[in-house]
């Protein structure tokens, strides 16, 4: 027995799927109707039923190998055509129940293909040093430390929060500035929270993180622009990406 | 026609180990756990765990403190964030009792200090009194 794991849809005769190994380690390919089309690839149904996505929502490694599957899968069919990425562990009985789908979901799978066609993902991280550990305040410990080091910690505590107040302020102004720049250059946009330093692996911190929909011949103007718009702040663009924060019609 | 300017692997070099530009887990996850057109498959995923994880992991992209608060430290065992061998049953347990409260916890914070949380900064502020009479 076997199940049929969904990578992404694509109109019908976009192209063959990606020579690559997928999810199982089995070789992607094409199944569609005449208008539509799917590339899936053939699965264990041990690993792959109910049971087995329910343990692996609890395997985060497992997780991990299934996300890089499914997103190098996706990636690889999206560098020649159009496609809308299906979300992570949407899974069909057989090739069957996956025509039906397409046949049954045409007007939405349509809705989103017209919606990225000839655009692709471009993340965008700001960084920035100095909102993360404000530098003590040696004048307010200074001025009152002898006989009151009660009220000498609190003003500390103070100075260190005003200090800290203005360059997160100042953080998300470069942030916001960043993102108008990229906004006028995309045609959407999604935030995401920073992410920590720790596994973003660089010493600043992070006061950016959201993810751009742009059209291709807008590219290089929204890379060029971007990088240029941080002022000092570091900038990082992230790319191409296939349009997976777009695929489903949500509002940020 | 050529993409924007980052090289990319030519169509005929597509291959196990194709790459785009960030291989970041945390960029890929950001991106792929719940991001996608949105299709109901045969096999039925519960919900509820596809939540839990998302927020899990959520809290980890996010937050490496509160997510070590919670027993996640699994991106302390491999560098490319892979788990180690953990009782992950038990962490689940204790994430469903605390998601609410955190999720609560975390709009506060959210409200009080948008761009970036105190993730990087001295986490836990004090909650001494004052301690001169």
């Known amino acids: 027995?076997?199940?049929?794991?969904?990578?992404?849809?694509?109109?019908?005769?976009?192209?063959?799927?990606?020579?690559?190994?997928?999810?199982?380690?089995?070789?992607?390919?094409?199944?569609?109707?005449?208008?539509?089309?799917?590339v899936v690839g053939t699965v264990a149904d041990d690993g792959f039923d109910e049971a087995g996505l329910a343990a692996a929502m609890e395997d985060l490694g497992r997780i991990e190998m299934l996300v890089r599957a499914h997103h190098g899968v996706v990636a690889a069919t999206a560098q020649d055509r159009t496609v809308a990425p299906v979300r992570l562990a949407t899974v069909f009985r057989d090739d069957d129940a996956v025509t039906a789908m397409l046949r049954q979901r045409h007007?939405?799978?349509?809705?989103?293909?017209?919606?990225?066609?000839?655009?692709?993902?471009?993340?965008?991280?700001?960084?920035?040093?100095?909102?993360?550990?404000?530098?003590?305040?040696?004048?307010?410990?200074?001025?009152?430390?002898?006989?009151?080091?009660?009220?000498?910690?609190?003003?500390r505590r103070r100075a260190d929060r005003d200090r800290g107040a203005e360059a997160r302020e100042d953080a998300r102004a470069v942030a916001e500035r960043v993102a108008g720049t990229a906004a006028a250059c995309a045609v959407d946009v999604r935030r995401f929270a920073p992410q920590d330093a720790r596994l973003s692996g660089r010493t600043q911190e992070m006061v950016l993180n959201?993810?751009?929909?742009?059209?291709?011949?807008?590219?290089?103007?929204?890379?060029?622009?971007?990088?240029?718009?941080?002022?000092?702040?570091?900038?990082?663009?992230?790319?191409p990406w296939p349009p997976f924060s777009f695929a489903a019609a949500e509002e940020s | 026609m050529t993409s924007g300017g980052i090289p990319m692997p030519g169509r005929g070099?597509?291959?196990p180990e194709h790459r785009v530009e960030s291989t970041n887990l945390a960029?890929?996850?950001?991106?792929?756990l719940d991001k996608g057109i949105v299709i109901a498959g045969d096999i039925r995923v519960n919900l509820l765990d596809i939540e839990l994880l998302t927020i899990k992991i959520r809290l980890l992209v996010a937050s490496v403190d509160k997510a070590r608060e919670m027993g996640?430290?699994?991106?302390?065992?491999?560098?490319?964030?892979?788990?180690?061998?953990?009782?992950?049953?038990e962490e689940n347990r204790r994430l469903r009792q605390r998601i609410g409260e955190l999720e609560a916890d975390r709009t506060a914070e959210l409200d009080e200090a948008p761009p970036r949380k105190r993730a990087a900064t001295k986490r836990r502020a004090p909650q001494q009194q004052e301690s001169d009479g």
Do not use: C, N
């Not at chain 1, 027995?1 to 999810?23: F, I, K, N, R, T």
């Not at chain 2, 960029?27 to 792929?32: G, N, Q, T």
């Open chain 1, 107 to 155: 007007d939405d799978i349509r809705a989103a293909l017209d919606r990225v066609r000839g655009r692709r993902e471009w993340g965008v991280k700001v960084y920035v040093d100095g909102t993360a550990a404000p530098p003590p305040a040696p004048d307010a410990g200074a001025a009152s430390t002898g006989d009151r080091p009660g009220t000498a910690y609190l003003l």
């Open chain 1, 210 to 239: 959201a993810t751009f929909l742009v059209d291709r011949e807008r590219e290089d103007e929204f890379r060029d622009t971007v990088s240029r718009s941080g002022d000092g702040a570091v900038v990082e663009v992230t790319g």
């Open chain 1, 1 to 38: 027995m076997s199940l049929v794991w969904v990578y992404a849809v694509q109109e019908a005769g976009a192209g063959e799927a990606p020579d690559m190994s997928g999810v199982d380690g089995e070789r992607p390919r094409v199944v569609g109707t005449e208008e539509l089309a799917a």
């Open chain 2, 72 to 89: 996640i430290d699994w991106w302390e065992h491999d560098p490319s964030l892979s788990s180690g061998e953990r009782d992950v049953h």
């Open chain 2, 27 to 32: 960029d890929i996850l950001e991106r792929v």
């Open chain 2, 13 to 15: 070099a597509r291959s």
